[in-house]
T-cell receptor, first 115, second 109 residues
Framework: GAVVSQHPSRVICKSGTSVKIECRSLDFQATTMFWYRQFPKQSLMLMATSNEGSKATYEQGVEKDKFLINHASLTLSTLTVTSAHPEDSSFYIC???????????FGPGTRLTVL | DAKTTQPPSMDCAEGRAANLPCNHSTISGNEYVYWYRQIHSQGPQYIIHGLKNNETNEMASLIITEDRKSSTLILPHATLRDTAVYYCIVRAGQGKVIFGPGTSLSVIP
């Protein structure tokens, strides 16, 4: 299957700082990538849809100025959590859609802890 | 996208077949049934998908009823490594993958 990577796998930061998470499709091009967030013992929640070369589409209730998404190439999307606070601590997961198969493949996730 | 209903949890003996049901009574004609699983602290893993025919791959089999209102994911010989949360999702071709609570499968030695 298609491989999606995320970096870093784990990050700890101080409150008020910004954190960037990278999502890469390693062996295919993805015109569309997605960002999810998962709190402990809960299911994944879709945050936004990222399209290469255009602005991301955010789900209701997700602050676009806080969660900045950039999809500058067909293999890379980044999520920046700006001015992070402890309540932003979560498991962030990206996925990329293989257009010709129309199947989404997921990255391994990034564990963010804000102190 | 149509909603799905899954049992919150199931147990299965190691070596036996695990049959995970999913109801999707409001599925539309152009919506596929997808199955993913998530092992603790990892990203979801794609398992299988289908439209109306039964499907089989190296991981599992997917049985879809003739009216397409329900489906069953079958893991033919469950191992301890199959312990995970299994998500049944229905979506049209370009639709988003929206996760419900899924079924927590515990494979017991």
């Amino acid at each position: 299957g298609a491989v999606v990577s995320q970096h870093p796998s784990r990050v700890i930061c101080k409150s008020g700082t910004s954190v960037k998470i990278e999502c890469r499709s390693l062996d295919f091009q993805a015109t569309t990538m997605f960002w999810y967030r998962q709190f402990p013992k809960q299911s994944l929640m879709l945050m936004a849809t990222s399209n290469e070369g255009s602005k991301a589409t955010y789900e209701q209730g997700v602050e676009k100025d806080k969660f900045l998404i950039n999809h500058a190439s067909l293999t890379l999307s980044t999520l920046t959590v700006t001015s992070a606070h402890p309540e932003d601590s979560s498991f962030y997961i990206c996925s990329a859609r293989v257009t010709e198969w129309d199947t989404q493949y997921f990255g391994p996730g990034t564990r963010l802890t804000v102190l | 996208d149509a909603k799905t209903t899954q049992p919150p949890s199931m147990d299965c003996a190691e070596g036996r077949a695990a049959n995970l049901p999913c109801n999707h009574s409001t599925i539309s004609g152009n919506e596929y049934v997808y199955w993913y699983r998530q092992i603790h602290s990892q990203g979801p893993q794609y398992i299988i998908h289908g439209l109306k025919n039964n499907e089989t791959n190296e991981m599992a089999s997917l049985i879809i009823t003739e009216d397409r209102k329900s489906s069953t994911l079958i893991l033919p010989h469950a191992t301890l490594r199959d312990t995970a949360v299994y998500y049944c999702i229905v979506r049209a071709g370009q639709g988003k993958v929206i996760f419900g609570p899924g079924t927590s499968l515990s494979v017991i030695p």
